[in-house]
């Protein structure tokens, strides 16, 4: 775990200075905004490199949803990094054949992003659908089909 945490870019030089993989350990499990940002930065060069993540994803995943309806849905801020995480997890999962879960999420994002009327990832994950269309289940693809009829970008 400790060697491939090492290996990505973003977390790197925050590792270094925390002097032990505990003090890092605990400060990415207590941290719920670092840990969102520390997120996007693994999946962004997991997916630029095609790396593997060594460990159980879904717990973040949670941990990083219920921060972001906790704290997250009055700030349009954190409403964007959580939306920005979204969308690099759902590359992850597509670039991982994960198909299902991958287009869920995209999915999920386009709703968000259109709700908060964030036209730049609106189109993002328009885009991102448009490239693993073909692996969307028939429910997937209705679903999509809805969504992109509602969509106003300005």
Do not use: P
């Not at 973040?60 to 921060?67: D, M, T, V």
């Not at 969308?87 to 386009?110: F, H, R, T």
């Amino acid at each position: 775990w400790n060697r491939h945490l090492s290996e990505f870019v973003g977390v790197q030089t925050f590792y270094r200075g925390c002097g032990s993989f505990s003090t890092f350990y605990w400060l990415f499990n207590t941290r719920a905004e670092e840990t969102l940002t520390a997120f996007i930065n693994i999946l962004e060069v997991a997916n630029e490199q095609s790396l593997k993540i060594e460990f159980d994803l879904e717990i973040y995943e949670n941990k990083i949803k219920r921060f972001y309806l906790d704290e997250g849905c009055n700030s349009r801020v954190i409403t964007h990094r959580y939306m920005l995480f979204n969308y690099e997890l759902a590359k992850y999962k597509c670039n991982s054949q994960d198909y299902q879960n991958g287009v869920d999420i995209i999915l999920y994002n386009l709703s968000l992003s259109s709700l908060n009327q964030d036209d730049h990832m609106t189109v993002k994950c328009v885009d991102l659908y448009g490239t693993y269309r073909q692996q969307a289940s028939l429910s997937q693809q209705e679903t999509y089909s809805q969504l992109f009829k509602k969509i106003n970008i300005k």
